[in-house]
């Protein structure tokens, strides 16, 4: 393909603010998540400030063996507990709900003074709907 040329498609210049915003959000969001996170490989005699005063692993090794009163193994094991609860109930939750958009609601299709019941009976049978509330079958 010697002539074939390469059509670029030209984007707005808005295109290129929101994706500056965007990249600035992104930034924004992770930005200290990142920087403690290179902070943490400070000596013994830094903190979370810079230049940076040595490398080590010093502050993972305290993590490790537990800083005064605080017990951080504890405090994971409790973590993982309610990701797991908070998992199950939310499978559970989420999964009866499209269920049940699967499936026509028993107690809307039924009742009057839900709007769109009408939306849930067939074209045929509309106008019957509006008239009478138990004119829709329920399939």
Do not use: N
Not at 103 to 123: E, H, N, Q
């Amino acid at each position: 393909m010697a002539g074939a040329i390469a059509h670029r498609e030209h984007r707005p210049a808005s295109f290129y603010w929101l994706a500056l915003v965007f990249g600035l959000f992104v930034l924004f969001l992770y930005g200290p998540v990142i920087t403690i996170f290179i902070l943490s490989f400070q000596g013994p005699e830094g903190g979370l400030t810079f230049p940076m005063r040595g490398v080590s692993l010093h502050w993972f090794s305290a993590l490790r063996d537990g800083v005064g009163d605080i017990d951080i193994w504890a405090a994971f094991a409790r973590s993982v507990k309610l990701a797991l609860a908070v998992t199950v109930l939310t499978v559970l939750f989420s999964l009866s709900a499209g269920l049940a958009f699967r499936r026509r609601f028993a107690a809307i299709a039924r009742c009057s003074m839900f709007p769109w019941r009408a939306l849930s009976c067939r074209r045929s049978s509309f106008r019957s709907a509006l008239a009478s509330p138990f004119a829709c079958s329920i399939r």
